[in-house]
């Protein structure tokens, strides 16, 4: 009778061990896998602070995230529910101590709060802060485009992405801006680029209304990382936020500097960096300068009357054929502005946000920024600040995106 020695109890049998990684092996490579195709519909659909956090998942999903492609399908899926649903990204400005002597305070908070505000809450939520420790004194209007807020202020100007929680800092300039620095930011609709672009004033003369006018531009994540200077306005520009369009910035004429003003405005194309200038329509009333405002996504000009706020309208595209689009009747109109107008008729009053209602010809409050909840998400309570110390509100439209700021961020 043959015997079998029987093996120790400690002694590894490598051919069981194989065996049972094999089957281990096979089991796991039976579990259904996602296809890439539905790995990336869903990811279009999560909000950026939840994309952020994907990008540690896995190789692929970073690489998915990244991708330029992605970042611009994300951006029209944001920018089309916020058609549906609006938001809206309120800065509270609040003064560390007040000047009496001073025409526009320089004494402002250098923490820059962003809350989020949708349509229908009661309460609005910090989406990101920074705090710039004493770089600035005073602050003006912030703007928003696909995501990017640009923030200038007296000494600086900065651009966010409050939902990935990047913070650009331009350089200084060394242009004499004489106090009337006004600034945009826009896309380039050729090299796909974002560009801050800066008017400033070598000298200015109001008594003989003289001036020598200059602009410069930033390309966010461009080679240098400096302000270039581009050919100079034909006419002088106002010291306000230009509005952006479809890849061209449009400026309103500064009239007060010239002795026969054209009634009309500058636009500045981002792509060739060049200006064009486009008459006003002619209006029947002298009454109230018109102001751009996008609607339907055609670019229009608001007129403010007394009661009523006139649209007009190019429909050859043209913008030298203005027709009349329609009017909104309202008490005090000119104290209004149209604030948002892709799916609704939403108009601003001060810190008031409001919806107009053609049929009762009445400006229905949708929110009172200075009434709002603001809460810290994270702290899990309301923010430390009381409302009735807001100077005032900055307030825009915001689409949240990924859009990077790959140069000098913070």
Request: net charge neutral; aromatic share 12%; charged share 25%.
């Amino acid at each position: 009778m043959d015997m079998v020695a029987a093996k120790p109890k400690d002694t590894l049998d490598w051919n069981n061990s194989e065996d049972r990684t094999l089957k281990t092996y096979k089991r796991r490579s039976r579990r259904p896998t996602i296809p890439d195709e539905l790995v990336y519909e869903i990811l279009l659909h999560l909000p950026v602070k939840t994309l952020a956090r994907s990008r540690s998942v896995c190789k692929a999903w970073r690489a998915i995230i990244s991708n330029p492609s992605f970042i611009h399908t994300h951006l029209k899926h944001s920018a089309s529910r916020h058609e549906q649903e609006p938001s809206f990204l309120i800065t509270p400005h609040t003064l560390s101590s007040v000047i009496d002597d001073d025409v526009w305070h320089t004494t402002f908070s250098n923490n820059i709060p962003f809350y989020l505000w949708q349509d229908g809450q009661d309460t609005a939520s910090l989406v990101h802060a920074t705090d710039f420790h004493g770089e600035f004194g005073s602050v003006y209007g912030m703007s928003h485009c696909d995501g990017l807020v640009m923030l200038p202020t007296y000494t600086k100007i900065y651009v966010f992405n409050p939902a990935t929680s990047e913070v650009l800092k331009l350089p200084d300039s060394q242009k004499n801006n004489h106090g009337f620095q006004t600034a945009g930011l826009g896309l380039d609709l050729g090299t796909n680029t974002y560009k801050v672009v800066r008017s400033f004033y070598r000298s200015v003369d109001f008594y003989e209304r003289t001036y020598n006018a200059g602009m410069e531009v930033f390309t966010i994540g461009g080679h240098g990382s400096c302000w270039r200077i581009v050919e100079d306005p034909p006419y002088p520009v106002k010291p306000q936020l230009p509005m952006h369009f479809k890849g061209s910035l449009n400026w309103h004429i500064y009239k007060e500097l010239l002795q026969r003003p054209p009634e009309g405005f500058l636009r500045f194309n981002l792509e060739d960096e060049t200006f064009s200038f486009i008459c006003h329509p002619v209006l029947p009333s002298e009454e109230g300068r018109p102001d751009f405002v996008e609607v339907g996504g055609e670019l229009c000009l608001a007129q403010y009357l007394t009661n009523q706020i006139v649209i007009w309208k190019s429909p050859s595209g043209d913008n030298h054929q203005w027709d009349r689009l329609y009017a909104i009747n309202l008490p005090e109109a000119w104290k209004f502005r149209p604030f948002n107008f892709l799916g609704y008729r939403i108009l601003r009053r001060d810190n008031h946000i409001c919806r107009y209602d053609e049929a009762s010809r009445t400006a229905k409050e949708v929110v009172c920024a200075d009434q709002l909840r603001y809460k810290n998400p994270r702290a899990g309570k309301n923010f430390d600040f009381v409302v009735e110390d807001v100077y005032f509100f900055n307030i825009v439209p915001y689409i949240e995106s990924l859009v990077p700021l790959t140069a000098g961020a913070r």
